[in-house]
Each structure stands twice: as structure tokens, then as C-alpha cells.
């Protein structure tokens, strides 16, 4: 099983974070988010994508997606970056991430491109692919 994790580049403002935990239980997305947020760097991130990979399964109901949301935007800090996009490829995760995104001001798509696209960042194409892999 692969483990969930992020990366944060400064110097670009930009993080990425992987969920791809064949079961992502509510705990390890609340145990992320705080170790996300508790990094050093979380003030200086701007751009934020957010890739859920296919392997990727919620264990968690539709129900607890506000809760998490609320966790997301507001716990322990509150989200503070300027731009975010979601990732996503199967059709559960993107309904889910359609609804946890409708409690948000946030993004989602299903490219790599669109999510470029979305996010505005000021770096390459290339660059941004780079900064992903």
C-alpha cells in the first residue's frame, strides 16, 4: 500500500499533496491535514494541488465530508493559500471531490494540464510537471 504524503516547494509557493492509500480513512486525512498545516513552510504556500490518484479509495461515508471539509479549511490553521485544485480520475472520488469542493472555494478537474490551466502559477509548464512527479 502506498503511503499519502505532501511536498512543499517554497521557493515556487507550491505544494502538492498525494492521496493514494487503497483505504483513506477520515483519520489519515485529518492526521495529514494537521502535518500539512504544522510544516514550517504551510505559510509560504500559495498554490496547492491536491492529486488523488485511482488507486485512492475513501473509507470514510458522503456524510463525514462536511466534517472533514470544515477540518480542512479551518483546523488547526485556516487554509491560507491563494489557489486549489483537486486532481482526480475515478468517478467515486470525483463525485466526492465534487461535493467536499462544494464546501470550499476550491477547484477540481481530471488532467494534469487543466490543473496547470487552473492553478496560475508563475512557472513552465515543464517546470510544473516537474514539481509533480
Not at 495529514?32 to 473509507?59: F, G, R, T
Not at 469542493?101 to 513552465?124: G, H, Q, R, W
Request: proline share 3%.
Amino acid at each position: 500500500m502506498d503511503a499519502n504524503f505532501y511536498r512543499m516547494f517554497p521557493e515556487q509557493k507550491f505544494a502538492v499533496v498525494k492521496l493514494q492509500s487503497e483505504k483513506l480513512s477520515a483519520q489519515e486525512a485529518r492526521q495529514l491535514n494537521y502535518e500539512y498545516k504544522a510544516d514550517k513552510n504551510y505559510s509560504n504556500i500559495h498554490y496547492l494541488l491536491i492529486i488523488v490518484d485511482e488507486k485512492c479509495n475513501p473509507d470514510f461515508s458522503v456524510k463525514e465530508l462536511e466534517k472533514l471539509s470544515d477540518l480542512y479549511n479551518n483546523e488547526f490553521q485556516i487554509n491560507n493559500h491563494k489557489k486549489v485544485v483537486w486532481l482526480v480520475a475515478e468517478p467515486l472520488v470525483t463525485a466526492m471531490a465534487h461535493i467536499f469542493v462544494s464546501y470550499t472555494n476550491e477547484m477540481y478537474c481530471s488532467t494534469i494540464a487543466k490543473a496547470y490551466e487552473l492553478l496560475d502559477m508563475p512557472v513552465t509548464h515543464e517546470e510544473f510537471i516537474n514539481l509533480i512527479q
